[in-house]
């Protein structure tokens, strides 16, 4: 089975600019997490989608938003980029199994904003 | 804010010796997990322990949990230079992983 693809890899993006990043998760999890690591504060939640519904939204400002299709693929979008949104940007993919369930991460996007 | 914290935050060992690190986590949780990192590349998940387990092995792997002390301990045995890696421990809750700050693990051949 194919991992999560996140797309894509790299980027480099200028302050003020908005930026979108693609994660497809993978075939058969209808649940999809994005999360945002620096090295100042660590892995951080960003919000997790379920069949085209989010569930759950961490503590970041409404410049972060994202959207699930049908076919489970997601996208987050970030407007008006400041330096501070340079990270890996993390999509994780899981099939809910009860209340248990394990998370499937893809490689990220690393975002440099200059 | 961060559900977890890691300790140590570094950890050198040499190949073959024994590498254990802590987590110790704020609220009531249904499962803790634990990651690897590879230098700045995605998460792998390792092994998931309940909150009704108290300890769990997965090869060189033993994951404790106590749930009364709020804390999680990884232990990995007969440490490998492919375990050069940085931690994680996860707590969930309602469709979210909350990670720590992680323990960064250095085997030295």
Known sequence: KAGVTQTPRYLIKTRGQQVTLSCSPISGHRSVSWYQQTPGQGLQFLFEYFSETQRNKGNFPGRFSGRQFSNSRSEMNVSTLELGDSALYLCASSLVVGSNYEQYFGPGTRLTVT | ?109
């Open chain 2, 1 to 109: 804010s961060q559900q977890g914290e890691e300790d140590p935050q570094a950890l050198s060992i040499q190949e073959g010796e024994n590498a254990t690190m802590n987590c110790s986590y704020k609220t009531s949780i249904n499962n803790l997990q634990w990651y690897r990192q590879n230098s700045g590349r995605g998460l792998v998940h390792l092994i998931l322990i309940r909150s009704n387990e108290r300890e769990k092995h997965s090869g060189r792997l033993r994951v404790t949990l106590d749930t009364s002390k709020k804390s999680s301990s990884l232990l990995i045995t007969a440490s490998r230079a492919a375990d050069t890696a940085s931690y994680f421990c996860a707590t969930d809750a309602r469709y979210k992983l909350s990670f720590g700050a992680g323990t960064t693990v250095t085997v030295r051949a």
